[in-house]
């Protein structure tokens, strides 16, 4: 496909499980990135990756968070013992190196997890 | 750090009139500067980005916004908005740090549309 996409789109899970979320992005693109969106609120950046090197993971909110890229092309996130405040749209986004011009991360339709 | 503060959770204009919504950042350097749509069960799509050029920025759509250093602002508008333009809108900005691009965004405005 053209564009990032996301599996699955929906999830419900009960407080405690562990849940994958998976990101494709645009192939050939070396920057991907996950965002977190609350209701009503905005994204915010929880990890990025360059390539299969994670560079960022700042915004993880806890060690529950951990996301993996090990070729290189799709990526991971996982959240083990899931808790109720982890209830939210995850948007993966891919961007192409910038080689000096300022870039555009195209974004996936996210996944709504929800937690039960 | 940086950040964005969108001016308005909700906005209402009718079809045919002028569309404005509001964003202003703060940055200790240059940013670059983005607005994003989001419809309803889809992710976001750029409208248009700043990147230190012309101030004046031309986007998808019809949408256009224009960047005032002064005033720390980058207002989103649109001369004549159409029903389709109903959506949520979010600015976002940028360190131009080409080591790690990542996004900080606003809260985000509802633009309504009345027919």
């Known amino acids: 496909g053209a564009g990032v996409s996301q599996s699955p789109r929906y999830k419900v899970a009960k407080r405690g499980q562990d849940v994958a979320l998976r990101c494709d992005p645009i192939?050939?693109?070396?920057?991907l990135f996950w965002y977190q969106q609350a209701l009503g609120q905005g994204p915010e950046f929880l990890t990025y990756f360059q390539n299969e090197a994670q560079l960022d993971k700042s915004g993880l909110p806890s060690d529950r968070f951990f996301a993996e890229r090990p070729e290189g092309s799709v990526s991971t996130l996982k959240i083990q013992r899931t808790q109720q405040e982890d209830s939210a749209v995850y948007l993966c986004?891919?961007?192409?190196?910038?080689?000096?011009?300022?870039?555009?991360?195209?974004f996936g339709p996210g996944t709504r997890l929800t937690v039960t | 750090a940086q950040s964005v503060t969108q001016l308005g959770s909700h906005v209402s204009v009718s079809e045919g009139a002028l569309v404005l919504l509001r964003c202003n950042y703060s940055?200790?350097?240059?940013?670059?500067l983005f607005w994003y749509v989001q419809y309803p069960n889809q992710g976001l799509q750029l409208l248009l980005k700043?990147?230190?050029?012309?101030?004046l920025v031309k986007g998808i759509n019809g949408f256009e916004a224009e960047f005032k250093k002064s005033e720390t602002s980058f207002h989103l508008t649109k001369p004549s908005a159409h029903m389709s333009d109903a959506a949520e809108y979010f600015c976002a900005v940028s360190d131009n740090d080409f080591g790690n691009e990542k996004l900080t965004f606003g809260t985000g405005t509802r633009l309504t549309i009345i027919p």
């Open positions: 192939s050939g693109h070396v920057s």
């Open positions: 940055s200790s350097v240059p940013p670059y």
């Open positions: 700043y990147t230190s050029a012309a101030t």
């Open positions: 986004a891919s961007s192409s190196p910038p080689s000096g011009v300022p870039y555009e991360q195209y």
